[in-house]
Every structure is written in structure tokens, then in C-alpha cells.
């Protein structure tokens, strides 16, 4: 997968696990971010990294 080359629609649906939630699901959000001062405006300004979304794990694992 490192060489640059596009997966294939097998490879896609083989190895790229999609799950989908609904919002009644979602327990906690997790950010991350920085702060930093943008030295054109002078002001201080968060710039988010990563968010995650954690809930509820029944359905997490496909059944093979």
C-alpha cells in the first residue's frame, strides 16, 4: 500500500472498514488541536489537529 498505487475495488472493500453511527449514538467527542499566534493578525488562534467521535462499541467489530 506504501508504493503510491491506487487500491482496487476489492482491496477497498477488504481493507477499509466503514461504520456508520447516528448522532444518538455519540457519547463524547475528542479534539485535539494547538494555539498559536499568528504573527500577521497578532492574535492568539487554535488550529485543530484531530476530532474522534466515541460511543457505544455493539456493532465496532464485523461479523466474518
Do not use: P
Not at 488541536?33 to 467489530?61: P, Q
Amino acid at each position: 500500500m506504501n508504493s503510491g498505487r491506487q487500491l482496487t475495488e476489492d482491496e477497498k472493500k477488504r481493507l477499509i472498514d466503514h461504520i456508520r453511527t447516528t448522532t444518538d449514538k455519540v457519547k463524547v467527542l475528542k479534539i485535539m488541536g494547538m494555539w498559536f499566534i499568528d504573527k500577521r493578525d497578532g492574535m492568539m488562534k487554535y488550529r485543530l489537529s484531530w476530532y474522534c467521535s466515541n460511543g457505544t462499541r455493539s456493532n465496532f467489530y464485523r461479523k466474518a
